[in-house]
């Protein structure tokens, strides 16, 4: 089986920086599109970041300037550098990737646990 396993979160004061990591791993063919969503309590889950195959990458309103995505191809690992944390970014943050497997030949989304993010004094 596929499996997506974030890593990074923790608390972290408003102002300050913190770098997710998402890794795949399992019987992979190839990646597409990864991405990180967040949910808090209370609220719907969100985009936050996408990053395509090739390296274009896509932000939300709310964390342009601020985040970053990247993807590491070799490592089947995507990145979120969060800079100027605010107490809004407090969430679950979860990895999402559309992946072939070898036990399926198709692209199927993948979701990872997530990983909380605490933004506060």
């Known amino acids: 089986q596929v499996q997506l396993v974030e890593s990074g979160g923790g608390l972290v004061q408003p102002g300050g920086s913190l770098r997710l990591s998402c890794a795949a791993s399992?019987?992979?063919?190839?990646?597409?599109?990864m991405g990180w969503y967040r949910q808090a309590p209370g609220k719907q889950r969100e985009l936050v970041a996408t990053i395509a195959s090739g390296g274009r990458t896509n932000y939300a309103d709310s964390v342009k300037g601020r985040f970053t995505i990247s993807r590491d191809n070799a490592k089947n690992t995507i990145y979120l550098q969060m800079n100027s944390l605010k107490p809004d970014d407090t969430a679950v943050y979860y990895c999402?990737?559309?992946?072939?497997?070898?036990?399926?030949?198709?692209?199927?989304?993948?979701w990872g646990q997530g990983t909380q993010v605490t933004v506060s004094s």
């Open positions: 399992g019987s992979i063919l190839s990646i597409n599109a």
């Open positions: 999402n990737a559309a992946i072939k497997s070898s036990r399926s030949y198709n692209y199927y989304p993948y």
